[in-house]
């Protein structure tokens, strides 16, 4: 489909619903505005379409390049506010800008210090899939994304992620679970509040740091957003465990839908981008295989979430 008739379909939507809305507003993850189009629908998002370093990928843990000069992440402890957004196409936390102390991003790859901005969950209709990130071909029912702009070289997140170096992506991917996680439990009891487009909810008191698994272990690549414009200015950090979350908190995701309450459309579920091809770049780990280490306190991608992932399927 050309860009002039994808552009006209759209509009003839927006006149038939009354939507005055942007482009931005009618990008989806499915039909004629679903990721195979995205580059069509705006020329600033081009890269969707063209882009190398597209993210997600599917991790292949036999591939993996140890380096041991990879440094621990740090993410920093403090507790934030925030609102919760119903976004339609993805439930979207957003530290509140009226705070001033700010989540900080550091180590691992990383040269600069990275502030956190938003986060987003990404999550499936059925157990086997939700997850945008892959292991071995295997989803995980849910995933979340931590993202955080170069604060040392750049003012805001607009700016950082169309520029070298300005973004970081931080990948949890979510398991089902008998107790949850805590910080989890924070986000999940907005949930309720934001079923329809448009809606938002207030987070208090929440710790990035805890919603992060108790590992130090992690892989890293250059990718891009996965959200348009898929900005391949992101250095992606997927963490080697997932986090827990119960199925009532699942099932709660499962509940939202992508339209306003005079038109709530379809569930959101399955808001997962499609995984893009590597390309020949080198995803690289401070997982050392080659040790004692890794069978008795290290449990790797390949032993934990791989073996994870497939039980869905059995």
């Not at 390049?65 to 976004?87: A, E, S, T």
């Not at 900005?231 to 199925?247: C, D, H, Q």
Request: proline share 4%; charged share 20%; net charge positive.
């Amino acid at each position: 489909m050309s860009h002039a008739v994808l552009n006209g379909v759209l509009l003839l939507l927006m006149l038939l619903t009354g939507s005055e809305g942007s482009w931005e507003q009618w990008w989806t993850y499915s039909g004629i505005s679903g990721p195979q189009f995205w580059g069509l629908l705006n020329m600033n998002w081009n890269m969707c379409d063209k882009g190398r370093r597209q993210s997600p990928i599917n991790i292949e843990p036999n591939k993996l390049v140890y380096d041991p000069h990879l440094r621990h992440v740090h993410v920093d402890k403090h507790r934030i506010d925030g609102y919760l957004y119903n976004k339609g196409q993805s439930v979207i936390f957003r530290v509140d800008p009226a705070m001033t102390t700010h989540v900080n991003i550091t180590g691992g790859p990383l040269v600069y210090k990275y502030r956190f901005e938003e986060l987003y969950v990404h999550f499936g209709e059925h157990d086997n899939v939700g997850s945008e990130h892959q292991i071995n071909g295997n989803a995980f029912p849910a995933e979340l994304q931590l993202y955080g702009f170069n604060a040392d070289l750049y003012p805001n997140m607009s700016e950082a992620q169309q520029n070298s170096n300005g973004i970081v992506g931080v990948s949890v991917m979510i398991q089902i679970g008998q107790s949850g996680n805590d910080e989890f439990r924070i986000l999940s009891s907005g949930f309720n509040k934001i079923v329809y487009r448009g809606d938002r909810s207030a987070v208090k008191h929440i710790s990035l740091a805890g919603l992060l698994p108790l590992t130090q272990h992690y892989m890293t690549y250059d990718g891009s957003t996965t959200h348009p414009g898929c900005w391949e200015t992101t250095t992606w950090l997927l963490m080697n465990k997932p986090i827990y979350i119960t199925k009532q908190e699942l099932l709660a995701l499962r509940q939202l839908y992508q339209g306003d309450r005079t038109l709530p459309k379809t569930k959101m579920a399955n808001n997962f981008r499609p995984v893009k091809a590597l390309h020949h770049r080198t995803v690289r780990t401070n997982i050392d295989f080659t040790t004692d280490n890794r069978q008795k306190d290290c449990p790797s991608m390949h032993r934990e979430m791989f073996y994870a992932a497939r039980k869905w399927k059995l």
